[in-house]
């Protein structure tokens, strides 16, 4: 039986985009119950040179 790269790899894929998705979702939702704007998130750094 043989199992190309595309069975093997896609399903897990999709199930892990869809868990940050999940994830993402329920920080921007912290961040609006918290009156923070959620683009404050994303331009966040722990160092000046992080990007």
Known sequence: ????MYEA???VFSARLK?????LNIAEQNAL????DP????TSRL???MY
Not at 1 to 4: D, E, P, R, V, Y
């Open 39 to 42: 683009q404050v998130f994303l």
């Open 33 to 36: 119950d918290r009156k923070i």
């Open 19 to 23: 868990a940050l998705s999940n994830v």
């Open 9 to 11: 790899s896609v399903p």
């Open 47 to 49: 160092a000046p040179d």
């Open 1 to 4: 039986m043989t199992i190309s």
